[in-house]
């Protein structure tokens, strides 16, 4: 079977990024992508399309890129777990033979000029002309207060705080050791050092996250171009070849002995795309994980088995996640620190890694680089497994 | 920290649930397993099946987690912070997602017993439906 490998990567400006489309974005990050292999836009034969919040990017990107002869275009949507979904997807076309050059991308330009990134993710609700009242069951669930994300992944932190004894001080060192990362990111939005004690003076969003638990809002687009690891030798950039991928969904079953909130869909997808690579957790060297929260990163540690179920809190503590310590984690900052642009935070950062790109935050080894995306709320997962390497037939 | 409650109007799906509550009843759903589920299911996961029949539940159960939010989710909900927003599981074994009433939400710890409590949306000079909220017992 073909391997695939990760030949270009194109990212476009990021954060505060205003006056341009989704559309224009990603058709920047394309370009950039397919210049990075070295290669012509007129190699590419697949194309797959990542719309975020707004979701106003689509298949028509092959048209305003002048992609006239594609054997593969579709948009792909698993949420935060995308990016991976996307990969393993082109990797599949690729060993299959149908396709030789596939372009993966997602944009997305949820913030506007003089709005807090909160009321980017706000709803119709606010729309003028809007109904007086809530209607329906939809007025009950309003009610409830829980309506956003922050909220949700917030009930999920609190359920293990409970059971396992999980600390705010805990989620901070997180926050902490990825803003020590990202003050060597020139692509950072957040780059002033940050302590534990700033974790927990800023302010509340949803007790038992502060602020800086919750990530970034940007706008920007980022791609990657996946091909025949073969091919991809021979091109611009050294190759980061794809040794394994995985993907499992659990939407949440909201009944009595649920494990919501506790337990992720990681537990599946990563043993089975590090069961693939052939590898443990133990040969991981540097881990890009999935940090909408960082709650987030903590669970997805546990259920990796980068310790057990309930230690997450004492794992990533005394800087272990931090430049300096045992594990290489988020090393641009991610997407608490550095931009907010779904899977494809993680993925960006582990192909600068996998290239020993990363400058001043090159993590000390990165032979087997460890990729997660995580979607709705803690339901989604992908995972990735790529190196510098090709990988040694078993 | 107990909010207000922005008007429901209720509509032909969401009557027989908001006529139960004005009657002090919470309205769950049953599927042909026996299996009891919330008003959003549309699917009885342990039967597969669609066919679900309307049954009013104790409105006992137990606290699964809960958050005291302090940024409003969306303007409707701007007068209410901060509230506990909160899972609950129902004695008969569904969870909700549903708004707590906290004096002390410090106090609060998972397992607690909570009850539902029927509290009016809307003002007085506009009321709305009758909404099933929770509190500690």
């Not at chain 1, 060993?95 to 506007?112: E, I, N, R, S, W």
Request: aromatic content about 6%; charged content about 15%.
């Amino acid at each position: 079977m073909t391997g695939a490998a990760i030949a270009g990567l194109g990212l476009t400006e990021m954060g505060k990024v205003y006056g341009r489309s989704s559309t224009s974005l990603a058709a920047e990050a394309v370009r950039l992508a397919v210049a990075d292999a070295g290669l012509g836009l007129s190699d590419l034969d697949g194309l797959l399309v990542s719309a975020g919040v707004k979701q106003d990017v689509n298949v028509n990107l092959a048209a305003v890129l002048g992609l006239h002869d594609l054997v593969v275009l579709n948009q792909v949507n698993a949420y935060g777990a995308t990016a991976g979904v996307m990969v393993a997807q082109a990797a599949q076309a690729i060993a299959a033979g149908a396709a030789t050059t596939v372009a993966c991308v997602f944009a997305d330009t949820p913030l506007k000029p003089k709005q807090s990134a909160g009321a980017a993710w706000g709803s119709g609700a606010k729309r003028p002309g809007a109904a007086k009242g809530l209607r329906g069951m939809a007025g009950w669930s309003v009610n409830s207060g829980a309506t956003n994300p922050n909220i949700l992944y917030a009930l999920c932190a609190r359920r293990h705080m409970e059971r396992y004894g999980t600390t705010s001080a805990q989620l901070a060192e997180i926050a902490v050791a990825q803003r020590a990362w990202a003050v060597h990111n020139p692509l950072a939005q957040m780059r002033e050092p940050l302590t534990v004690a700033d974790h927990q003076a800023s302010r509340w969003i949803a007790d038992p996250l502060h602020l800086l638990d919750c990530c970034l809002v940007s706008n920007g687009a980022v791609a990657v171009v996946v091909t025949a690891a073969d091919r991809a030798a021979s091109l611009a950039k050294p190759p980061v070849h794809v040794w394994g991928y995985g993907q499992a969904h659990a939407p949440r079953r909201m009944h009595a002995g649920s494990d919501w909130g506790l337990v992720t869909p990681a537990g599946r997808s990563g043993p089975a795309a590090m069961r693939m690579a052939g590898i443990g957790v133990d040969d991981v060297d540097v881990a890009e994980l999935y940090d909408c929260y960082t709650y987030t990163v903590l669970v997805t540690l546990e259920d990796y088995g980068f310790c057990a179920k309930g230690e997450g809190g004492a794992f990533v503590s005394d800087g272990r996640l931090a430049p300096g310590g045992k594990l290489a984690c988020n090393t641009g900052g991610g997407q608490l620190s550095s931009y907010y642009m779904w899977g494809f935070t993680p993925l960006s950062e582990a192909v600068i890694q996998a290239r020993g790109d990363g400058g001043a935050r090159q993590a000390p080894r990165n032979d087997v680089v460890l990729v997660s995306g995580n979607g709705g709320i803690l339901e989604h997962h992908s995972t990735l497994v790529l190196s510098p390497h090709e990988r040694k037939a078993s | 920290m107990n909010g207000s409650f922005p008007l429901v109007e209720g509509d032909e799906p969401s009557a027989a649930f908001y006529d139960a509550a004005a009657r002090g009843e919470l309205l769950m759903q049953r599927g042909p397993s026996g299996t009891v589920l919330p008003p959003e299911a549309r699917t009885d996961p342990d039967s597969g099946s669609a066919d679900l029949e309307p049954v009013v539940v104790s409105g006992e159960g137990t606290l699964v987690s809960w958050v005291v939010v302090h940024q409003a989710p969306l303007p409707a909900l701007a007068d209410a912070v901060p509230y506990v927003s909160a899972v609950v599981e129902l004695a008969e074994g569904p969870w909700l997602m549903v708004r707590l009433l906290a004096d002390d939400p410090a106090a609060l710890r998972a397992g607690a017993q909570v009850r539902v409590r029927f509290v009016p949306s809307g003002s007085e000079e506009e009321p709305g439906e009758l909404l099933p909220v929770f509190e500690p017992v």
